[in-house]
């Protein structure tokens, strides 16, 4: 009811299903987390379902029409990597300052260990074993978005240790003493700029044309106009 979406429209409702698009959440996973969220505010389950339908049905239109680009990479993203596995090898690259990656995922299976008490199901994946290409598929885009956000992490750490300037960091939370971070905002975002000043999309894909020759990639979607430059004096481009 509106009743229920003005109450209960908050920004943590949908959160979780904005975040775990490019994780290749589905429109019924997507109707389940809002579900969930909406219960755990005190919505009766039967309208929590109603509304989580509703709601997750205009988030994915939402999303889809905010950010076409983004979504026309990772479906790039997404299609290059099935293409890459379907050669029987795993997703691999070299992040920016050369550190290589791997896909570990393959196809997993059951074994039975019976012990004096009762049977274990335990389920069995090695390197040797086939790729696992869906897996492999789904999982590319947001590994790669993270070998590039380690990058500008690492580009930043070696900045700071230039200049005698501690630093600390987990994930994308950055830390400093305060008389430094001033400092240090400005060299994650020229770090940042200098990162994405090259064409990384297009060093991937030859990287993969290169790792797999008899495979043809797919154009790359067209670039923005953004400037990259503009996020050094962004003032909420990193807070």
């Not at 920004?11 to 698009?21: A, G, S």
């Not at 579900?35 to 999303?63: E, H, M, N, P």
């Not at 630093?167 to 240090?184: E, G, I, K, N, R």
């Not at 994650?188 to 043809?216: G, H, M, N, T």
């Amino acid at each position: 009811s509106s009743g229920i979406n003005a109450e209960y429209g908050e920004r943590k409702t949908l959160k979780q299903t904005i975040m775990t698009q490019v994780y290749g959440v589905t429109l019924y996973g997507g109707r389940e987390q809002i579900r969930g969220k909406l219960i755990d505010q005190g919505v009766d389950a039967i309208d929590a379902g109603r509304c989580a339908a509703y709601l997750s049905a205009l988030t994915f239109k939402a999303v889809g029409e905010l950010f076409t680009q983004a979504q026309q990479i990772q479906e790039w993203l997404n299609n290059a990597a099935y293409e890459f596995a379907g050669t029987g090898a795993p997703v691999s690259w070299t992040t920016p300052l050369g550190l290589p990656c791997v896909q570990p995922y393959t196809k997993e299976k059951r074994q039975v260990v019976q012990t004096s008490f009762q049977a274990i199901n335990k389920v069995v994946a090695k390197p040797s074993m086939a790729v696992n290409k869906r897996k492999q598929r789904t999982a590319f885009p947001p590994n790669f978005v993270h070998s590039l956000d380690s990058t500008h992490m690492l580009m930043t750490a070696i900045k700071c240790h230039q200049h005698g300037i501690p630093f600390a960091a987990v994930h994308d939370s950055y830390w400093t003493l305060p008389c430094h971070v001033d400092a240090m905002n400005t060299y994650l975002r020229r770090q940042f700029a200098i990162l994405y000043s090259f064409d990384i999309l297009k060093e991937l894909k030859e990287s993969f044309e290169k790792s797999c020759p008899e495979v043809a990639f797919g154009e790359l979607p067209r670039s923005g106009q953004l400037d990259i430059n503009s996020v050094i004096d962004s003032e909420y481009f990193f807070s």
